[in-house]
């Protein structure tokens, strides 16, 4: 090109010096730059960006919001200026050796942020499919980002220092040692993720519990080297990706995909309070319609145990006879049956724990039928509200610490708790 502007002026009799060829050949690799900038970016790109921002399709607004044809374009002007300078410059100067060094490093550096842009972009549209929520994508890109930066990393190096990257690579054995203890953690990372993606134990939506990090709460995110957990409280938490793989962790997933959230709860009976039913106790409880088939049915078969037995039942030694707890134990049983925000499929009993020195805990053990945490909590309040309301129509006690109040009223018996202010 240079020859050619110089043996176009000759024709005019101007005298074209080498410097001056190079001045407007550098001028019109400049301008046709700068033409083919303001045509991509002003016309060409913003006509995309705004027809992404205006489009309802995730796809469209993925490739606008990770500046995929932003930095394509950056790329293509990067390509155009190294045919330039081949084409227009003399070989082997040393201006065109620069401009192309140059050009080539810039190709690389925006072919590396252009497969950044693609992997967020496909990384965005993913996200959106059920199938690929329960893949650790986001930690399988980051490794490939990884990957492909330490390539083009050694490329740009070689083209800099004029060697073959084959060069670099061989002396990169050498360097393993000290390769592994810098991308210890990537490396660790990529690995759990993908066993975590093959056996299914964690995605992206999990209750994850992991006491040893303090995260108890939604996971929010799958990466690399980290997995973000946001608590209960909102607060943030970052696990080691690893640390899922070589540590226990509890996920609730199964529970809120089974329908039915467990109530494991106790209350301590004073175990004084424990008695045999009277008559008229039993002829009080028998008017309520959840004991009214327990009470009789049970009454029909201890009484045809005892007669066959012919015990003596003047003494409370002999013979079988209903108690107060365990009519309680009946009665809470058919309530929970009968109670409509309970699982009925579900494993369903009221059991006696090992006595304490804090009394006798009798346990309720059921599933309610919504995983929803506030409905879950109002829902096992309600039944323990119940339990203590009617708790002494057994004549039965719960078992509680003693007070302040307590002493007050053992020290001054003249005074009751209803009198203390």
Do not use: C
């Not at 009214?292 to 049915?297: T, V």
């Amino acid at each position: 090109m240079q020859q050619r502007i110089a043996q176009w002026l000759g024709k005019f009799g101007i005298e074209f010096t080498d410097v001056m060829s190079l001045v407007m050949v550098l001028g019109l690799i400049v301008l046709i730059s700068v033409v083919i900038h303001l045509v991509l970016h002003r016309v060409v790109l913003a006509a995309i960006q705004r027809r992404g921002q205006q489009s309802q399709r995730v796809w469209q607004q993925a490739l606008t919001q990770h500046k995929l044809f932003q930095r394509a374009a950056l790329l293509l002007q990067g390509v155009i200026i190294n045919l330039q300078a081949i084409l227009w410059l003399h070989n082997g100067s040393q201006t065109q050796a620069f401009i192309v060094t140059a050009a080539q490093v810039w190709i690389l550096a925006f072919v590396l942020l252009t497969l950044f842009s693609l992997l967020d972009t496909l990384l965005a549209m993913l996200r959106q499919s059920p199938v690929a929520n329960q893949l650790p994508l986001r930690g399988i890109f980051q490794g490939i980002k990884l990957v492909a930066a330490i390539l083009i990393g050694i490329a740009i190096v070689s083209l800099l220092m004029g060697k073959s990257p084959l060069l670099l690579l061989s002396g990169l054995g050498a360097m393993t040692a000290v390769l592994m203890l810098v991308f210890k953690d990537p490396i660790l990372g990529l690995v759990a993720g993908i066993q975590l993606s093959a056996n299914d134990m964690l995605k992206i939506g999990d209750w994850l519990e992991m006491p040893k990090y303090g995260a108890d709460g939604a996971v929010t995110d799958i990466g690399l080297t980290t997995v973000k957990v946001r608590n209960w409280d909102n607060t943030i938490t970052t696990i080691p990706t690893y640390a899922l793989i070589s540590d226990s962790f509890k996920n609730w997933r199964s529970m809120s995909e089974s329908g039915g959230r467990r109530i494991k709860r106790s209350i301590n009976i004073d175990t004084t309070s424990v008695h045999f039913l009277s008559e008229q106790e039993q002829q009080r409880l028998n008017r309520n319609p959840l004991l009214l088939q327990y009470l009789n049915g049970k009454a029909q078969e201890l009484n045809e145990y005892n007669r066959q037995k012919q015990w003596d039942l003047s003494s409370p030694l002999n013979g079988r006879r209903l108690t107060n707890l365990g009519t309680l134990r009946a009665y809470l049983e058919a309530y929970l049956r009968a109670h409509p925000d309970i699982h009925q499929e579900m494993t369903l009993m009221v059991r006696q724990l090992a006595p304490t020195p804090e009394g006798l805990p009798l346990e309720i053990y059921a599933f309610t039928n919504t995983t929803v945490w506030a409905k879950y909590e109002s829902i096992q309040a309600d039944i323990f509200d119940h339990i203590l309301a009617v708790i002494g129509e057994f004549d039965l006690r719960i078992h509680q610490t003693p007070t302040g109040n307590d002493m007050r009223s053992m020290l001054n018996p003249r005074h009751t708790g209803s009198d203390v202010s």
